[in-house]
């Protein structure tokens, strides 16, 4: 279960933001933790803490948005000191897509699902899901110029 | 459409993701979900995988059983709950470095058996106890100490299957001719821990 901790903090990462990413993993994997035994054996693993990880994000947005006035953070707070360099750009980006489309191109394009099991997870259709990553990836195109020959080194 | 490559937009930085699997570790284990822990160490037969439960060392596996393939087997048999958390094995770790630079002659950690039944186990306790650092024995003779002295097939099935080899020391049962016969991490890992232990 923890080799996919990788692939669930890019997710959570991509749908919650930085800030509140590291919550979330968390929160996913003792989630998993609680739930693993009931987890069928030919279970996708992947997918499935991919579901959890939702779930959690949906939990938190909904924290968040109850929360005071929202404030960006200070040039100087600690927030901007984190170990990974990310880059802000594209957190704006990603952040600035509607919520079905940033899900939709977190499982498909950071976590690597089927459309088909990432309508099972957003509750919608697989052509719907399969059309919001697709708006969400060309909405990136325009606001986060990824390379265009597919070759993304030169950013990193 | 070029293909996108979006997880190189989203580097990991390694330590991060320790930090975060170290708190979830104190969080599962103060919530009671750590049923196993388990991490790899470094050894003169090479990587170790070591897991543990709340009870004791549960498993000891050599790199030629395939460690991936160890846990899921773990998974299956004791439980699910299973979270790389260095913390519980840091005592075995120590002691076993030390056994591997010849500074320790028996380990004492606690040992869950649940892995290991009835005569297999009456004979792997034995071994626990009675064959001492730099002793060896035969398979015969360790049936004889197991109560069964014409068991020494069993035996030799008790030795090959020892879910906690180095610790549990099936090493030190060779074939009554003086060969080192056969050993789950292989002959030559059976040769180095005799040859360490004749230092």
């Known amino acids: 279960m923890a080799r996919h901790g990788v692939t669930v903090l890019r997710v959570v990462r991509a749908v919650v933001g ?19 035994p009931r987890l069928p054996a030919d279970a996708n693993v992947e997918a499935w803490l991919v579901t959890i990880a939702h779930r959690k994000a949906l939990d938190i947005t909904r924290t968040a948005s109850r929360r005071a006035v929202p404030i960006a953070d200070p040039p100087d707070s600690p927030a901007r000191e984190r170990a990974d360099t990310h880059d802000l750009d ?67 | 459409m070029t293909a996108i490559n979006l997880t190189e937009h989203f580097p990991v930085d390694p330590d991060h993701l320790k930090r975060l699997h170290a708190r979830l570790e104190r969080a599962a284990q103060s919530g009671d979900l750590l049923d196993i822990a388990y991490r790899t160490v470094d050894s003169a037969v090479g990587p170790l995988l070591l897991a543990a439960t709340p009870l004791g060392l549960l498993r000891v596996a050599f790199a030629n059983e395939g460690h991936d393939s160890v846990l ?46 009835g005569f297999r186990r009456t004979v792997l306790e034995h071994l626990n106890t009675d064959i001492g650092y730099g002793t060896t024995t035969s398979y015969a003779a360790l049936a004889g100490l197991s109560g069964s002295p014409k068991a020494v097939r069993a035996v030799g099935t008790a030795c090959a299957t020892n879910p906690i080899p180095i610790v549990v020391p099936c090493h030190r049962v060779i074939r009554s001719d003086g060969t080192v016969g056969a050993y789950r991490g292989g002959p030559a890992a059976k040769r180095v821990l005799l040859d360490l232990e004749r230092h």
């Open chain 1, 18 to 36: 930085h800030a509140d990413a590291d919550d979330a993993w968390s929160e996913t994997f003792l989630a998993a933790l609680k739930a693993y």
């Open chain 1, 90 to 156: 594209l957190d704006a980006a990603v952040g600035a897509l509607p919520p079905k489309q940033r899900q939709a191109v977190a499982y498909h394009y950071l976590a690597g699902l089927p459309y088909s099991e990432i309508a099972l997870i957003l509750d919608s259709s697989v052509v719907a899901a399969r059309r919001a990553a697709a708006d969400g990836i060309a909405t990136l195109r325009r606001t986060y110029p990824m390379t265009s020959q597919g070759n993304a080194n030169d950013r990193n």
């Open chain 2, 72 to 117: 899921q087997n773990l998974s299956a048999r004791i439980s699910p709950r299973i979270l790389e958390a260095p913390t519980r094995l840091d005592p075995v770790a120590r002691q076993l470095e030390e056994f591997f630079t010849g500074r320790r002659h028996s380990f004492e950690v606690a040992l869950d058996w649940s892995l290991s039944q």
